[in-house]
């Protein structure tokens, strides 16, 4: 335990993002109008939630996120996790189908099934959801530079199912702004890459109406080293551009907006994570309001999904880690998510076991069903702290978002590498701190023990690769080639002509055409994205 001692010698207490913390706050600390700023859950700026009654009316979607190996394997575990109580699909895909390769690509080598599902052709897609009948589950795709394709993908699957567009409920990330931020599997320059994030918009206003067309992602800014404050300054910045970029393409505000949703990470320092997204909530809210003129309430509520934090799960006694999620994921209820995801125990040394991953859902299941905080809305409401705090971190994200309109938006800031070393900074800064013991990471820089972990760890079998390989050849030698190269064709005459993308690639996807080809057809008209060093 730490001594009385090592208390007193403790500088200064603060959260992740510098908020200095008093021993004690009084109401005059909070500085708060409760009617304008608080109000009641369900309404404006819905601080303390979305929804009148919250999780009384219905709970969160609990989800797991899964895939790896081949899709049959990947079908599986989706099958074990829905038996196991999952509310809805979260899909991992692996780092070539990330960004546009197919399996036989020669960068793909090594990579194939090994952090996500490798997609290839319409014949993955049928067999990752084969027997899911997906107007009765809600999907969610990591996906973002390809996130049209994997979309139509989807849409080419239901369909095949008897399922109409307008009957599938799910979302794709679709955020390209935050991978030249954070995460890095970008394909195209960044305006090209708006705009086939418009042609989704406008295509699913149209014809996929329940989907969310876009999860616009702090979660990958946070992994990389961000605090709370600049999480939610730099993903509503990242909102705002796409707001703006839509409008610029002539859509109306209240025709997409209502479909945008947001993810947000869930870390350690549970009340500044609980006053995270109450902040994040109130401040979307007002932008929608005042910056973009939206009427529709529901344009105005900020949606989001939140998955506990990947960066903080140690090797070191990785038992510990479900306690970690623990936290984290009661933070996410207690801030009113719409969408969780708890990481399983054992993913600091691989993919989760199946065991592991019944775990995190069972933490999440206990939250629910067993610890009472989810009878009420938003009941830390009026705690002085959390209130302080969710003043604090709006305020703060507030000036932050100034400083990027300042610098001309989100995107020019990005390409002035400004956000980049914002969260840098911050990475190094969180580094020193564990390394001068400041902060405290439990088995990893005190209460260490000598003993090696000894739980069992997921192994992908290597011939999965080559399995995975012949699929696709099989698909090109087995489909009609005119087809699908006519298909192609029209992908790249609609990337040129400036015409709406979606139906050309569900086109393409239903001849067949693999992923990699369609990614291919659109690298020759708008190239690749090269970081400046």
Known sequence: MPTTKSRERKERFATSSGIELRNHLSPQDIEIDYDAELGNPG????????YGTMYRGRLWTMRQ???FATAEESNRRYKYLLEQGTTGLSVAFDLPTQIGYDSDHPLAQGEVGRVGVPIDSLADMEMLFDGIPLDEVSTSMTINATASILLALYIAVAKKQGVTPDRLNGTIQNDILK????????????HASLRIVTDIFAYCAKEVPNWNTISISGYHIREAGSTAVQEVAFTL???IAYVQAAIDAGLKV???APRLAFFFNAHNNFLEEVAKYRAARRLWATTMRDRFGAKDPKSMMLRFHSQTAGSTLTAQQPEVNVIRTTIQALASVLGGTQSLHTNAMDEALSLPTEDAARIALRTQQVIACESGVADTSDPLAGSYL??????EIERRAADYISKIDEMGGMLSAIEAGYVQREIERSAYDYQKSIETLE????GVNRFQITEDSTIPTFKIDPAFEQKQIERVHKVRAERDTAS?????SSVEQSARSGENLMPRIIAAVEAYATLGEIADRMRIVFGEYQEAI
């Open 254 to 256: 209240d025709v997409f």
């Open 439 to 442: 902060e405290v990471v439990v």
């Open 386 to 391: 959390v209130e302080y705090l969710t003043n």
């Open 43 to 50: 309404q404006f700026p819905f601080t303390r939630g979305v």
């Open 484 to 488: 699908a190269l006519a298909a192609l």
């Open 65 to 67: 996120y899964a895939g």
């Open 179 to 190: 991978e030249y931020i954070a995460r890095g599997t970008y394909i195209y320059p960044p």
């Open 237 to 239: 910045a990242d909102g």
